[in-house]
């Protein structure tokens, strides 16, 4: 399995200003993807980070708003612009190795905006 | 992906195992059942997964009835820190028809008690 370090681990935020997540993994994988868990809901996928190019997003989920780099096979940020309240959530990057059958996920970044 | 159904909650005693039922009926030939739990404040961990066979390792089993319609992750002795939600998922194996997203679902909460 991959080893997946997030950061920061949590933070807390100023209306209005954006922070950016970064993630790092101990191989090189294939994909790497970045996920939302709401308070008290369940996870949903933001989009897929790719390398060299920009990233695939999810209905809902727009470039603006959440702009990701992926420079190389092992690296991904994600930034949330501009944040309000309804952005505190736990953002979660994710990755698949080459085969695909199995995704990881890192221990989070747990964002409140005040 | 094929939609799970979940009971939203299970109570177990330590050291007894604990059996998490998963309902897809609608589930595909080409689709992998797949288990993830999350321990409060966590990311998502990966337990198990398997096609139509059934499937062991350290940390559980996975039973696949032979329709493939429903499913069981068998945890032998439950432990106080197996306490979590558990995730049952259905998708396609690799990465290409959509086998990149975890569609997640509100899962069962697992209460381990003395």
């Known amino acids: 399995s991959a080893v997946i370090s997030q950061k920061p681990s949590r933070d807390i935020c100023q209306r209005g200003t954006s922070l950016t997540i970064q993630c790092q993994v101990d191989?090189?994988?294939?994909?790497m993807f970045w996920y939302r868990q709401q308070p008290g809901q369940s996870l949903t996928l933001i989009a897929t980070?790719?390398?060299?190019?920009?990233?695939?997003?999810e209905s809902g989920f727009v470039i603006d708003k959440f702009p990701i780099s992926r420079p190389n096979l092992t690296f991904s940020t994600l930034t949330v612009s501009n944040m309000s309240p309804e952005d505190s959530s736990i953002y979660l990057c994710?990755?698949?190795?080459?085969?695909?059958?199995?995704?990881?996920f890192g221990e989070g970044s747990w964002l409140t905006v005040v | 992906d094929a939609k799970t159904t979940q009971p939203p909650s299970m109570d177990c005693a330590e050291g007894r195992a604990a059996n998490l039922p998963c309902n897809h009926s609608t589930i595909s030939g080409n689709e992998y059942v797949y288990w993830y739990r999350q321990i409060h404040s966590q990311g998502p961990q990966y337990i198990i997964h398997?096609?139509?066979n059934n499937e062991t390792n350290e940390m559980a089993s996975l039973i696949i009835t032979e329709d493939r319609k429903s499913s069981t992750l068998i945890l032998p002795h439950a432990t106080l820190r197996d306490t979590a939600v558990y995730y049952c998922i259905v998708r396609v194996g690799g990465l290409t028809g959509g086998g990149n997203k975890l569609t997640f679902g509100t899962g069962t909460q697992l209460k381990v008690e003395l």
């Open positions: 398997g096609l139509k």
């Open positions: 994710s990755v698949s190795a080459s085969s695909g059958n199995t995704i990881y």
């Open positions: 191989s090189q994988v294939t994909m």
């Open positions: 980070a790719n390398q060299g190019s920009e990233a695939t997003y």
